[in-house]
């Protein structure tokens, strides 16, 4: 019979004006989120951090820019490099993720937030200091030890740089000294 | 499965069909004649046992002292591919014919390339730049792009 | 001042000014102003009844805004408006104050007089139609006693407002817009006027009032062939979808008002909605017996059957996709006509057959019996109508066979 | 008295509501009918190509992404197998499988995209594109607990994927797999026999077996016109050879042949996620290779059955860590070819509708 087709169709619009809207308003309300999500600021362990900047060289943007120095006069083996400089530019990420694939020590994460717009491009870049304060909310991309915990970066604790790391690493031990003390030292040992 | 065919064993059916267009080949591939592709190609398309009906790609590699302008054709019917090879010298006016004729699919990808190559296919109804614009200088893809005179 | 009897509204507003004076003696009592001021009272009392009118209208077609567009989001799933105000009521408010604060932007090789003046015209006409429909008992502008025909007359106005933008725009999607206009417009004028005619051989008179009065019941039973042409051709007529050619925006972008903006656009915007709502009016006057109904009010009962109307409006445009604009002309010439033209001899001839001279000499009248007894036969021929027409009628058509010119030869081979 | 009438050029984009991005036609119209066509690209070329030649292996992985941006997983898949074949990398069992239910899911959020998009043209008003939106959403969803991303996947490397699917992902996928047939059934009631489509659809800008050959056409466009070749059949790669399903082939090969044919595949890839989620076995995911790939001295083409038809990667390598020539075989471009000759004839709204039939992602198209 002709014109059932569309009638079909009258009623399965009918069929979706009755049942619950999918969408959601967004500030109210949040669609759940993957503790893999890999969000937009990034965590940064400095504990773990050693100064290579595999990070750096695997990104393929080429957009986080790392300036180190010794942090001993003569540095033994598994002394880290102190980090001058940690910049990272989400304006221009694309968050592959590949830079915390790259990393072989664990100390850098992808973040799980994703509310960081900014009225100028500058200020989308992630300075060390933010990088150092800011609350440390992994996302388990990449990360199978936080998976195993269950660590759901939305909901859970901050996560401590013990917690975040695939294996108790000897070398990586607390900065004693913090970097202010470094910088001083450094500065008046000329 | 489609099975790809040895350089050496398109060679025997090119060679009898054009004799002197096949240059060499190499593992699966047949490097002809450039000059020659449109011959070679006719051949492949309508020799029975061989009905290349299907033109995958035409690439071209800038091997700095040539170009090598990649075919990759596949018989739906006999279920095989071939890979064709030209090498093309000259950076001012590398030129073959064109395999539009036998393909039309051939149409944008020959545009593509010469667009971004600068190699040229004679007999193209219509060889425009396609992806950048008229006057733009230059041809991206070489090598060479970046220090060539503009 | 005959054409005012019926109408409440007006009449108490006008004895509380002029009172009962000159020829007006039904008032009772002595009004505001003195003796051989009625024509003041006449013109103060109509314009207030207009302006409230289209005020009370002018917010209705805000709230429908609204109302669409949540709806139209219920439909997809989606949420729709809900950020202006309580539930999102205020959002028509705020695009109101948007589109107002605008910058009024005339093209280049644009026609300055007819492109400002198409939105107006658009408008002008929406708020025409309004003077004759009755929103309740005894509640209009004015009971013309050829309603009907105004309506018509009024509405066909609008093909030429689409027409002048899309004309005026120098643009060529809107060009593309207005050609449709004209073509599809002014094609399905033809078959909404048949669809009317039907409902005028039953009530006798082209008022609107007298229709509503005519309806002992309601017309949509015994013109169900004619409803629909009706609500089609309508929809057709204020390009709604699937009917929307003018302004197809997967299509020709907007269409006629591709280049409007600003409070321009908001004109053509108010009138395409405002367009459904007094569609609604004039289907629920001519077909759903007005504003009669038990129990509540008149208005109420009016308004609920627009609104009911409007609903089915939104439902098809969140289901429907577009016709084509040859397969639109086509439907409205080889299947709306032949339909239309069915249905007047048909109604013409089961007055013929079942109607019968009053006493009183006021014309045919049919026994209640007589008119559920049409009801059926008019279903049923409804029915094998639209089915036998839409098997014979073929709204396919080929690709036309068109010599394309090659592309030249390029110069650098 | 004749009326003088000219043919009017119109240029149909780039900025147009339905021309899928910046694409741009210029059309010769009379009155309504196309006399001529002419695509024009490059509003969206960004030099993927050479990009690559500075990009290692892995790196290169992101550029895919953002090839067919609605496909991301299945070009992520085209381009890690043509590192292989160039690698002569064998990825491990588990890593195969859970490519290919990803790719099968991507195949099928790209077709309810085009079956969406097509409906909108045909202009429903956004009604089936939310639809269609709805369920893509809940793959994303799924793609989001895979890798961490919704669009811009990187989900593969080269030797596999780069982490095995969590926990919770395969109840998911169950679900999915359990509620996703209703709705493709819900797509079929609301259009695939409204009269409406079907007098816009059938018989319109009918392409033949052979000119689609001759053009180079792949993928559902193809096999629309009823010419079984499915790579994924005739060719099997990575773990299809060992799933069955059924290729769905269209008759006629008109803009309704193109629009059905995606709702049968969509069926097909359930079929398929189906049956891998049954056969796959715990295992490694990722082979053992380096992170700086670097393959022996020579080339590769290696191709996929993409979302939109023959997705091909030519990979040339000199041994280094980033390939030497990095060719894209874009599907949606080359599909393109055979536009002009569908068009001419028809009407300004057949444009659109065949246009979106033809499922063009200009992220592809302009590389």
Known sequence: MYGLGILNGFMVTLKNFIRRPF????????????????????????????????????????????????????????DSYAIDVFDIDIGRCMFCGLCVEACPYDALFMGSGFEEAKYRRQDLVISVERLRTAEKRPSTWYRPQLEAQNYDPRRGEPMTWQGAGREPWPYHLPLRPTTEEMTTDREAKP | MIRELPGEELARHVQVACPGAVERWEGLCLWVKPERVLEVCQTLKETPGMGFNLLNAISAVDYVEYFEVVYHLTSTAHLHSAVLKAKVYGREEPSLPSVVGLWLGADFQEREVWDLMGVKFLGHPNLKRILLWEGYPGHPLRRDYLEAPR | MAFLEGNALFRNLYCLLAGNSGNAQHCGRDGLLPAGWEWLAFALVGFAITFLLLSAFLLLTMFYTYLERRLLGRFQGRIGPNRAGPFGLLQPVADAIKLLTKESIVPQGADWLLYNLAPLMMVVVMFMVLAVIPFGKHTFIADLNVGVLFIIAVTSVNALAVFMAGIASGNRYALFGGMRAVAQLISYEVPMVLSIVGVLLLAGSLSLVEIVEAQVIPFFLLQPLGLFIFVVSASAEMNRPPFDQLEAESEIVAGYHTEYGGMKFGLFYLAEYAAVLTTSGVIATLFLDGWEGPLLPSHVWFLMKVFFLAFIFIWVRATLPRVRIDQTMAFAWKFLLPLGIINVFMTAAELLLFGHEEAGGQGIVLSTADLWLMSVVNFAVAVVGIGAFSRLVSLRTPALPVSAPKPSAAEVV | MPMRSEPVTVNVGPQHPSTHGVFRLRITFDGEVILDAEPVFGYLHRGSEKLAEERTYTQVITLTDRLDYVASMTNNQAYVLACEKLAGVQPPERGMYLRVIAAELQRIASHLMATGFLLNDLGAFATPLMYCFRERERILDLFEMLCGARITLSYM????????????????????????????????????????????????????????????????????????????????????????????LGRAGDNYDRFKIRIDEMRQSLRIVEQCVEQIEPGPVRADVPALVRPPVGDAYSRIEGPKGELGFYLVSDGSVAPYRFKIRSPSFINLTVLRDML????????????????????????
């Open chain 4, 157 to 248: 490397r080269v030797g596999g994927v780069f982490q095995d699917a969590p926990e919770e992902f395969w109840p998911a996928l169950r679900i999915f797999l359990g509620e996703m047939p209703h709705y493709i059934d819900e797509y079929e009631r609301l259009l695939s026999e409204n009269e409406i489509l079907v007098t816009r659809t059938k018989g319109v800008s009918v392409l033949t077996v052979d000119q689609a050959l001759n053009g180079s056409v792949t993928g559902p466009v193809l096999r629309a016109t009823g010419f079984p070749w499915d790579l994924r059949k005739v060719d099997p790669y990575e773990v299809y050879g060992r799933v069955k399903f059924d290729v769905p």
């Open chain 1, 23 to 78: 969408t959601i308003s967004y500030p109210e309300q949040r669609a759940p989120q993957h503790p893999r999500f890999r969000g937009e600021e990034f965590t940064w362990y400095e504990e773990r951090c050693t100064g290579c900047a595999s990070c750096a060289k695997f990104c393929p943007l080429g957009i986080i820019r790392i300036v180190t120095h010794p942090s001993q006069e003569t540095p033994a083996e598994g």
């Open chain 4, 344 to 367: 001419i004839g028809w009407k300004l709204a057949d444009m659109i509708v065949t246009l979106g039939s033809i499922d063009i992602n200009m992220g592809e198209v302009d590389r």
